[in-house]
C-alpha cells in the first residue's frame, strides 16, 4: 500500500520536459537565483528555454567566460551559497578553467554547466568540440558527462550536493545538445549521500584530549586561522576559544574577516607580506595550532625552519591537508565549527599577557620600520598603503573589500582593518589576475546590500575590463578603485628586489581609465594629489551607483615586510 | 629518503573517466607508475585498481590521501611488498621448431613452474604466473631460445588483513551515516 502510494506519489510530481528545462528545473530546486553565464551554439537550448524562467531565474549576461566563473565565484563567497555559470561547449568552456582553477585551490562551491556537441559527434572534432571532461579533470571536485536527458536530474543533484559539501569546490556538468532537446519525465530528488563519498569526518576524542592537554599547558600558544573558519562558519567559536584561553591569533590571507582586525588578541596577518609579529613568533611559540588553513608555502616560507620548536596542532576538514606539508602532533579531523565547540568545555580559562605583550612589541617595531613610512609617506604622490589605510578608516572596516592580484592586494590584506565576516575576497591559491572586477559584480549581486569595493591594479583591471559592461547592463552599485602605479607592480618590485632592478616588461603605457569607464556609462575620477583624497572619497562612496575612482600612486613602492620566497619565517625583511 | 616499491591498492565505484584521475594524482608529482592493472571484482559496480610505484613511503601516502578525495573512490591502502600477496602473469612464445629441436626446453619449463597453454602449427605458448623477478628468470632461461613475443601483465594483489572488503561495502551501502567510510578502513 505504502509503495502504492508513493509510486502513485512520484507520477503526480512527474512533468514532462526536455533536458534544457529539466535543468533549470533542478535550479530552481536547488534554490538558485542567479546564473553567470555566456551563450553559444552547444548550450542554446538552455538558453531558449532560459527565456520562459526569467521571473525566476535571473541570468547576468558577462562578456567573456572568464568574467562569468569569476563573478560566480564572487557570488559564492560573499553570500556562501554555490554560485553558478553557463558556457557553451569548446572555446566557452576552455575560457572557464582559469575560473576553476581558482576555486578549486580557494574551496570555493561552483557548478559550471557547459553545452557540448550532440552526442553522435563526441570524439569526433565536431566545430566546438571540446573534451572538457578530460580538461578540466584536475581542478574539479567532480566532473560528469550527461547525453541522455534522464541522466540529468541525478547529475545535478550530486552536483550541488559535492559542491559545497566537505571542503567545497567546483564541480563541472558537460551536457550534449541531444541530451537538452530530447524530452522524459522529470522528477528531482535532492542528494543527501554518495556511499564513496563522506565529505564529514567523525571528530575523533583522542586527539581533542591530547590537544586539549597540549593547549591547557602552553606557556607561548599561537594560533593561525585560515578559510576554513569562514567556510564551517566558526566565526563565533573562534572568537570564543580566542577569548577563553587568552592565544594569540594570526591570519592567513584568506582567513582575513574571520576574525575582527580590532580584537586585542588579534595579532595580525601571517605570510609573506603579513605582519612582523605573527611570522616571527611562529617561531618562538611552544604550541602553535592551525584551523582551517593548509600551511600554503605563502604562509610557512621554506618548511624546514618553519614552527620546528612547536607542537603542532592541526584542526583541519580535508584529511589530505593533514601532515601535506607541516608534521602534526596532534591532528583534528573535522570541521571547524564542530572542533571548536568540541574544544571549548575542555579548554581552560587563561591569559598569555607576557607572551601577548611580545606581539604588541613586534607590532611598534613594524610600526616604525615599515608602517609609518607607507602609511605617512613623504613623496609626492600618494601610496597604495595610505590610500587603504584612508578608505579602512572611511568605511570604518565593514566594507567587502575585493582585490585583484599583486602589491595592492598585499596591501589590503595589510591595511584594511575588517570587522565583519565574508568581508575579503581574494584570489589566494592561484593568484590570478582579472579576477577582482568580476568577482566584485557577483558578490555585489551575492550580498546587495553591503558596499562592495574592488581595489584593482592597472594591470588586473585590464585583463577583464570588458566586464564593466555587467557593470552597466544590471546597474550593479560596485565601487571600483584603480591604484595605477604604471608598473606591473608585484612583479616589478621583485625584479628590484631580486633581478638587480632589470625591469624587463612591467612599465605600462595605460590608457584613459575614466573615458573608458564613461564609455561604459560609469562615473568615474582619477586624482593625483593628496589633498584630494578625501573629497574623492565621500563623492566615491556617497552613491548607490557604481563608480570609479582611479588614484595614481607613487610608481616604485614596495610593500614591505616581506619573506623572501622560500626563506625562513623569522628571516622577514622589515625593509 | 629511500624510493622504494609499494603497492597501491584502490576500490572504486565502476565509471568512466577515473583511471584518468587517479593516474593524474601521480603523474603530477612525477611518480611513474611500475605497473597498472584494472579490473571489476566479486561487488557489482566495484571495480580495483592495483597500481605499483616506486617513491618514497610519505610521498605514496600522500597520494593515497588524494586518490581517497575522489568522490568515486571508495578505499584506497598503501601496501609494502609484505602485506600482500601478489602475482603477475607472463606470456612467452616461441617457434614450435626451437621447441621441438631442444628436449631440454620441456624440462625447463616445468622446472620454473609454467605451462604451455597453446601448441599452434609453428609456434607455442608457455604461461607463468609469479612476482615480476620470477617471470624474469624464465625470461632470461628462455632468451637464448629465441622469444618471438613477451607479454607480462600487472601486478595483482591482495592485502594479508583480515578485513572483508564486500561486507563493508555492503554496509556503506545501507548505512545512514556520512562518515563511515572504508577510505581509511
Ligand atoms: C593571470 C596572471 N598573470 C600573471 C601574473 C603574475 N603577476 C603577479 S602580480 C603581477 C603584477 C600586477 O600588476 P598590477 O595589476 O598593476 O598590480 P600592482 O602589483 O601594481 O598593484 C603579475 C603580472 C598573475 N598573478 N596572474
Known sequence: ?575 | MEQKEYTISVLTEDKPGLLNKLTIILSRRKININSLNVSTTEVEGVSRYTIVATATKPALEKVVKQIRKLVDVLGSFLYEEDQIYYQEIALYKLSLEVFQKNRLLETLIRQHGAKIIAIEENQIVIEKTGTKQETHELYETLQPFDILEFARSGRVAISKSKRRTEAFIRELETSQSNTLSIKEF
Not at chain 1, 576555486?103 to 568540440?129: K, M, N, R, Y
Not at chain 1, 581533542?208 to 597540549?214: Q, S, Y
Not at chain 1, 574577516?257 to 588578541?265: I, K, V, Y
Open chain 1, 1 to 575: 500500500m505504502e509503495a502504492l502510494v508513493e509510486s502513485l506519489e512520484k507520477k503526480l510530481k512527474t512533468e514532462r520536459l526536455t533536458g534544457s528545462e529539466a535543468i533549470l528545473k533542478c535550479l530552481i530546486e536547488e534554490e538558485v537565483e542567479t546564473i553567470f553565464g555566456y551563450p553559444g551554439g552547444a548550450i542554446m537550448p538552455v538558453y531558449d528555454a532560459l527565456y520562459d524562467y526569467e521571473d525566476q531565474l535571473k541570468h547576468i549576461l558577462t562578456r567573456h567566460e572568464q568574467g562569468a566563473i569569476h563573478a560566480a565565484q564572487g557570488f559564492a563567497r560573499s553570500s556562501g551559497k554555490v554560485g553558478v555559470c553557463f558556457a557553451t561547449s569548446g572555446p566557452g568552456a576552455t575560457n572557464l578553467i582559469t575560473g576553476i582553477t581558482d576555486a578549486q585551490i580557494d574551496s570555493t562551491p561552483l557548478v559550471c554547466i557547459t553545452g557540448q556537441v550532440a552526442s553522435h559527434l563526441l570524439g569526433s572534432d565536431a566545430f566546438q568540440e571540446t573534451d572538457i571532461i578530460g580538461i578540466s579533470m584536475p581542478v574539479t571536485k567532480w566532473n560528469f558527462q550527461i547525453t541522455r536527458p534522464e541522466e540529468i536530474p541525478m547529475a545535478l543533484a550530486k552536483a550541488f550536493y559535492i559542491a559545497q559539501s566537505g571542503r567545497p569546490g567546483p564541480v563541472l556538468i558537460d551536457i550534449t545538445k541531444d541530451a537538452q532537446q530530447q524530452s522524459f519525465d522529470f522528477t528531482y530528488e535532492a542528494c543527501e549521500r554518495i556511499r564513496s563519498y563522506q565529505p564529514y569526518p567523525e571528530l575523533k576524542e583522542q586527539p581533542l584530549k591530547t590537544a586539549t592537554e597540549l593547549i591547557n599547558q602552553a606557556k607561548k600558544p599561537y594560533l593561525i586561522f585560515g578559510q576554513g573558519v569562514t567556510l564551517s562558519g566558526a566565526e563565533k567559536e573562534l572568537k570564543e576559544f580566542v577569548e577563553k584561553t587568552g592565544i594569540p591569533a594570526a591570519s592567513t590571507l584568506l582567513g582575513l574577516s574571520a576574525f575582527s582586525t580590532n580584537h586585542p588578541l588579534y595579532v595580525g596577518y601571517a605570510g609573506m607580506h603579513g605582519n612582523y609579529g605573527p611570522n616571527v613568533k611562529t617561531n618562538e611559540c611552544d604550541v602553535f595550532i592551525a584551523i582551517g588553513m593548509r600551511f600554503d608555502d605563502r604562509v610557512t616560507g621554506d618548511i624546514n625552519t618553519y614552527a620546528k620548536q612547536a607542537k603542532v596542532i592541526h584542526i583541519e576538514l580535508d584529511p589530505a591537508e593533514i601532515d601535506k606539508n607541516i608534521q602534526t602532533d596532534v591532528a583534528i579531523n573535522g570541521d571547524a565549527k564542530q572542533a571548536l565547540k568540541a574544544l571549548l568545555p575542555l579548554v581552560k580559562s587563561n591569559d598569555h599577557e607576557e607572551w601577548v605583550k611580545e606581539f604588541h612589541e613586534c607590532d611598534k617595531i613594524e610600526m616604525d620600520k615599515a608602517i609609518q613610512k607607507s602609511i605617512q609617506p613623504t613623496s609626492e604622490l600618494m601610496t597604495m598603503a595610505e590610500v587603504i589605510h584612508k578608505l579602512s578608516i572611511k568605511t570604518q572596516g565593514k566594507s567587502v573589500v575585493i582585490t585583484d592580484v599583486g602589491q595592492h592586494q598585499m596591501m589590503a590584506a595589510r591595511y584594511y582593518q575588517f570587522d565583519q565576516p565574508k568581508s575579503h575576497i581574494t584570489s589566494g591559491g592561484l593568484g590570478t589576475m582579472g579576477f577582482c572586477l568580476p568577482a566584485a559584480i557577483g558578490a555585489k549581486i551575492g550580498k546587495p546590500n553591503r558596499e562592495v569595493i574592488a581595489i584593482i591594479g592597472d594591470g588586473g583591471f585590464q585583463m577583464t575590463i570588458q566586464e564593466l559592461g555587467v557593470i552597466m547592463q544590471y546597474q550593479v552599485g560596485v565601487k571600483i578603485l584603480i591604484l595605477n602605479n604604471s608598473f606591473l607592480g608585484m612583479v616589478r618590485q621583485w625584479q628590484q628586489l631580486f633581478f638587480d632592478r632589470r625591469y624587463s616588461f612591467t612599465e605600462m603605457d595605460n590608457p584613459d581609465f575614466i573615458k573608458i569607464a564613461e564609455g561604459y556609462r560609469i562615473a568615474a575620477q582619477r586624482i593625483e594629489k593628496r589633498e584630494e583624497l578625501n573629497y574623492a572619497f565621500d563623492q566615491w562612496l556617497n552613491t548607490k551607483e557604481s563608480s570609479l575612482l582611479e588614484i595614481v600612486v607613487e610608481k616604485e613602492e614596495n610593500v614591505f615586510p616581506m619573506v623572501p620566497s622560500g626563506s625562513c619565517v623569522s628571516k622577514i625583511r622589515l625593509e
